[in-house]
C-alpha cells in the first residue's frame, strides 16, 4: 500500500495505480478503506479500462465482506443507471437482485429480476429471470408449509401486492 501511496503522490496517472491500491487495501482485509479506493477510483477514472469491473469488485466487498446486502445492490444499480447499454448491465442487474435476495429483500429482488426481463429481454439473464420469477413464488409456497400460518399469510399478501405493483409499474 505504501509503494502505491509513494506513486500516486508524484503521479496522477490513467488510474491503474488506484484501482490495484484498492484491490490491496481488499486483501489486506481493509474492506471500508477498499471501498473508499473504490469510490474515489470509480467517481475520477470512468475511461479507464477497469472501470467497470471496479464496480463489481466494490459491491462484492459490500456484500461479502460487509454485510451490506442493500449498499451492494444499490453500487450495481447506479452503475446501471450510469451506464445502461454496457453489456455488463444485465449480469449487474442480476448480481443486485441476488444481493437483495441475500438480506432477505424477496420483492426487491423479484422486482430487479423483472428489470432484466423487461430492460434486456434478449440476454441469458433474461431466462434465467423467467425461471426465478417462476421458482421463488413455488419455493416459499412450500417453505409455508413449515412455518407458522402468520408468517404464511404475510409473503403470500406482500407477494400478491408485489405482482399488483409490478404489473402497474409495467
Known amino acids: 500500500i505504501s509503494a502505491f501511496d509513494r506513486y500516486l503522490t508524484t503521479n496522477t496517472g490513467d488510474g491503474t495505480a488506484n484501482y490495484y491500491r484498492a484491490l490491496a487495501l481488499r486483501d489486506r482485509g481493509d474492506y471500508n478503506s477498499a471501498v473508499e479506493a473504490l469510490s474515489i477510483y470509480l467517481s475520477n477514472y470512468p475511461e479507464h479500462s477497469k472501470w467497470i469491473d471496479a464496480w463489481g469488485e466494490k459491491a462484492f466487498i459490500e456484500w461479502y465482506h460487509q454485510g451490506a ?44 429480476w423483472a428489470r432484466v426481463a423487461n430492460e434486456y429481454p434478449g440476454s441469458q ?45 409495467y
Open 69 to 112: 446486502y442493500t449498499v451492494s445492490a444499490q453500487t450495481l444499480l447506479d452503475f446501471v443507471s450510469a451506464v445502461p447499454s454496457s453489456t455488463t448491465s444485465a449480469d449487474y442487474l442480476m448480481s443486485a437482485a441476488r444481493s437483495y435476495e441475500r438480506g432477505g429483500k424477496y420483492n426487491e429482488a423479484l422486482q430487479i
Open 125 to 169: 439473464q433474461a431466462s434465467m429471470m423467467q425461471s426465478m420469477q417462476i421458482m421463488m413464488p413455488l419455493m416459499f409456497g412450500f417453505m409455508t408449509i413449515y412455518f407458522p400460518s402468520g408468517l404464511a399469510i404475510y409473503w403470500i399478501i406482500s407477494t400478491v401486492v408485489g405482482i399488483v405493483i409490478q404489473g402497474v409499474q
